[in-house]
């Protein structure tokens, strides 16, 4: 069996209050860059649906720059190393690898003819370095500020200029090469601090974005501002990087959200990309509209057209914190149980629209680490750290205490079968009886049992566990369905999906992969290596018979084509 990657849904830049962010730009106008851990992210202005994730930094990736000609980005990271890696090839092959400071790097700008390279940061005996970018060869000194250096820049056509700007509030310009200290200068406009400036194409015009929640436009020959956007009040409305781009003018929020802004209504951004910036823990399907959604460590709830890749925030009052577990509801509903100890309810104000929380709130008692939902009984079942509650829409049925710690739940809504998975290495079985769990059976595992889920025919129940190995049970008497060990992930197994068809099974590790598993030739399987790169992952749904969604702690989603065989 072959596959492929049809689409990466990406994830928002990693921000940080008070931090300004980068946003590199492809010289050709097509593509905008940016960072979120290890990862540097490559998207589709136009498009931004369409986007490619480069992860071969060892640590976390500060900024990446194109080079003028487009043939090359350079990326530096916080240890202080830069890549210059090429942008035709789809592996990025690396073309060199230089230690220019000590320290993480904040900024990175290129000469116009992509010869010369700038790099700035919190370097430990020097704040920035110029070098040639061929051969690593020092050009110049960048010294004369007291604090480590923000932000970069190479003036475009000879005589070449540098300009940097500093944590200790002035900018300083360097001529060369070789490049030496001219001068300083000291620069102020917002009510809050600059945290990022860019020029438009015809040079005439400047966009500045700041911490006082707003961006600018100023005309350079008057130095009046001529255009704000209000970006909102709340403090993730804080905007710490902006990009002029074309005709395209965009900001980054303190929440990571990118806005399109349009200069005919400043208060309205023409468009928002919306989606994730913390690690993703849970994955739930609507699988009549294909709708997915995924959920964060940070509590952000993320609602995704598969169609279109345009990602949408659940509104209102939700967990705060991590989300643990996720299902579809009834009419279009989310249920959610995250950290706070509660159960929550997000439904659409109207058909077709995102869910928002409501107020409904379920307090459990104790830390739930899964759910699971029946859409046609509304039956839910938590598993908490001590119990096992069962609920009616919103209202607790029962509560079992038990003697393990629950790590997963899965429940089979025809035969009204439930699966828990323990840290005792045991799948423990259970009948609802009208509103209460009765103990049914045990089955035993060499690990802690990780995922579970029951086919959709009703005829197995999949379990997965920390000792890297799925099992297959026959539902009718919970028997081993096969013979063949399902054990070719190299470490704990996360996550396990049946397809619609319950013809295959997908599996996500901590190992990055994902294996997609034939039950009817148990001794078959395909491995996506790295379908996460440098990312556990955390969680799979089917679209149809022949399409996986996989998300991983890079906080992105990934949609896999899996052709049957």
């Not at 069996?1 to 994830?11: G, P, R, W």
């Not at 820049?153 to 070789?178: C, H, K, L, Q, Y």
């Not at 001068?183 to 406009?189: D, E, F, N």
């Not at 996500?508 to 996460?532: E, F, M, R």
Request: with cysteine; proline share 5%; charged share 20%.
């Amino acid at each position: 069996m072959s596959y492929s990657n049809k689409y990466t849904f990406a994830a928002l830049p990693r921000t940080q209050r008070g931090t300004p962010l980068v946003l590199g730009a492809d010289p050709k106008g097509k593509n905008f860059l940016y960072t979120n851990g290890n990862s540097v992210i490559i998207r589709d202005i136009e498009n931004p649906a369409i986007s490619d994730v480069y992860t071969e930094h060892s640590c976390q990736v500060n900024v990446a720059k194109y080079s003028p000609s487009g043939f090359y980005i350079a990326s530096g990271d916080a240890s202080g190393k830069v890549r210059i890696w090429d942008t035709v090839n789809k592996e990025h092959i690396l073309k060199n690898e230089f230690q220019p400071i000590g320290g993480p790097i904040k900024d990175i700008a290129w000469s116009a003819d992509s010869q010369r390279m700038v790099v700035v940061g919190e370097g430990r005996e020097k704040f920035g370095h110029v070098f040639m970018a061929e051969t690593g060869t020092s050009v110049g000194e960048i010294s004369g500020q007291s604090k480590p250096i923000n932000s970069v820049d190479f003036r475009p056509a000879r005589p070449f200029r540098i300009v940097t700007a500093s944590e200790d509030n002035t900018i300083a310009v360097f001529e060369g090469p070789p490049f030496k200290f001219k001068c300083t200068k000291q620069i102020g406009s917002h009510k809050g601090g600059v945290y990022g400036i860019s020029w438009s194409p015809d040079g005439k015009q400047l966009l500045s974005c700041s911490g006082d929640k707003t961006c600018a436009v100023w005309d350079i020959d008057t130095m009046q501002r001529s255009i704000t956007f209000n970006m909102g009040n709340a403090v993730e409305n804080q905007q710490v990087s902006c990009l002029w781009l074309g005709k395209h003018l965009i900001s980054v929020s303190l929440s990571g959200v990118i806005n399109y802004l349009d200069i005919e209504n400043p208060d309205k951004p023409l468009r928002v990309l919306m989606g994730h910036n913390k690690p993703i823990t849970c994955l739930a399907l609507e699988p009549t509209t294909k709708t997915v959604y995924t959920a964060s460590h940070d509590g952000c709830v993320t609602s995704w057209n598969t169609s279109t890749g345009e990602g949408r925030h659940i509104g209102g009052t939700g967990h705060g914190n991590q989300v643990n577990g996720m299902s579809v509801g009834k009419n279009g509903s989310l249920l959610t149980c995250g950290i706070d100890d509660s159960l929550r309810l997000a439904v659409p104000a109207n058909e077709g629209e995102a869910p928002t929380y409501t107020e409904s709130v379920v307090t459990l008692g104790s830390q739930p680490r899964a759910m699971d939902h029946v859409i046609e009984d509304d039956l839910t079942v938590v598993v908490t750290v001590k119990e096992l509650i069962v609920l009616m829409g919103n209202t607790k049925q029962s509560t079992l205490p038990v003697s393990y710690e629950p790590t997963c739940v899965a429940i089979d809504p025809k035969l009204k079968h439930i699966a828990v998975g323990g840290g005792n290495s045991r799948v423990h079985i259970y009948s609802l009886d009208k509103r209460s769990l009765l103990p049914r059976s045990e089955l035993t595992h060499l690990g802690t049992v990780t995922s579970l889920a029951y086919s959709p025919n009703s005829r197995y129940l999949v379990a997965a566990d920390a000792n890297r190995k799925l099992i297959l049970y026959d539902v009718e008497g919970y028997t081993l369905a096969h013979n063949k060990e399902w054990g070719f992930h190299t470490a704990r197994v996360n996550c396990v999906a049946w397809s619609p068809d319950s013809k295959r099974v997908a599996s996500g590790s901590l190992d990055t992969s994902v294996i997609i598993w034939s039950v009817d030739t148990p001794a078959k399987h395909t491995v996506i290596k790295n379908a996460h790169p440098q990312s556990q992952i955390t969680g799979l749904a089917w679209l149809d018979d022949e399409s996986v969604v996989s998300v991983g702690q890079d906080g992105n989603t990934r949609v896999w084509n899996v052709p049957k065989a």
